[in-house]
């Protein structure tokens, strides 16, 4: 039986290991030092390599046989296949909610709206959070969890590429486009609009930080070859 002090333990080193691998305080392929992270932790290893393994299971560290641990490197077909399974399964999240969307959803999404900040490196941190919460805000809104469950695992395993391109030429951009349709997105969700949210979501995606840091990415790795 697994003792519930290491199990609990185990649950906050993996929450906090797993925050600073998705905030980038843990860098991508950087080595875990596995002793340095439990004494900063205040925890034994034991519950400390329980969490690792938890991490290893999600694709965000990689294990050897000896039990050294790296943080799993930022790849590029990850990155685009996050990106399409997002645009496939959000548009539909958001055609659900303008049907599904009750009063307690709309004032969520208002509230969210009210705290967006275009996702450029001048706003940085706060920008990428309040994007997310708008973007919670709506498929949280679509009253189906098994969708929820992944939309919120593909924007944590996204959210290591998303930062990334805030370091791109394109993070620089006022991108008013992007942080305007977030508005006409809860528009059509409140209006009951699902088709033509469904459509505007695809396009916000289309054009969204990520969609072009992955075209900046292509186009070097075209140029390189």
Known sequence: MVDNVYSSKSDVAYAEVRARILDGRLEAGSKLMQYV?????????????????RLSGEGLVDLDAHRNARVAPMDADEARELFETRRALESEAVALAAVRRTDADIERMQEALGRLLPVTQQWGEAALVAHRDIHRALYVASHNTVLVDLLDGLWDRSDRYRRAGLELPPGAEPRTRDFEEHGRLVELVVAGGAEQAAALMRSHIDHSLTATALATEAGEEALSS
């Open 37 to 53: 992270l439990a004494d900063e932790l205040g925890i034994s290893i034991t519950p400390l390599r329980e969490a690792i393994r």
